[in-house]
């Protein structure tokens, strides 16, 4: 399973908040989640992303509510992956639990600029920046993480059991 697609570059602390804002939090379908990921920390995020668009930021990113639709509005808007060099860990879990590949790997979180064109290995966690023809070692998702991703989800996973 790969990724590949332009970085969109974020710093430390990236919280739910500003993944999607709580006033939209009324809805849960994640087309209208979409529209508003990332908006009050990159009003351009929804008009510049295509689909397989990588999210690269630095530590904790996820961090803050508990909530389900930050992971959903990433997905939904064409993300393809998030690397950072931490995750919150309620954020970690949601991410897998909907389908969101996302990868660790602290010297990719600092070694990948906005506007890098960015390739992801999910097999074997190698990360490697097409743009500076850079590579990186990030943690590889084991098996059943991998078909949980496929399946688009935690939900889409036990119902094909």
Known sequence: MKACGTVFKYGDNVDTDV????????????????????????????KNITKGDIIVANKNFGCGSSREH?????????????????????FYRNAINIGLPIIECPEAAKGIEAGDIV???????????????MKFQGQSFPQFMQKIIAAEGLINYINTK
Request: glycine letters at 4%; hydrophobic letters at 40%.
């Open 19 to 46: 993944i999607i804002p709580a006033r939209y939090l009324n809805s849960s379908d994640p087309g209208e989640l979409a529209q508003h990921c990332m908006e009050d920390i990159d009003k351009e995020f929804v």
């Open 70 to 90: 930050a992971p959903i509005a990433i997905k939904a808007s064409g993300v393809s992956c998030v690397i950072a060099e931490t995750f919150a860990r309620i």
């Open 119 to 133: 390739e992801v290995d999910f097999d074997n966690g190698l990360i490697f920046n097409k743009t500076k023809n």
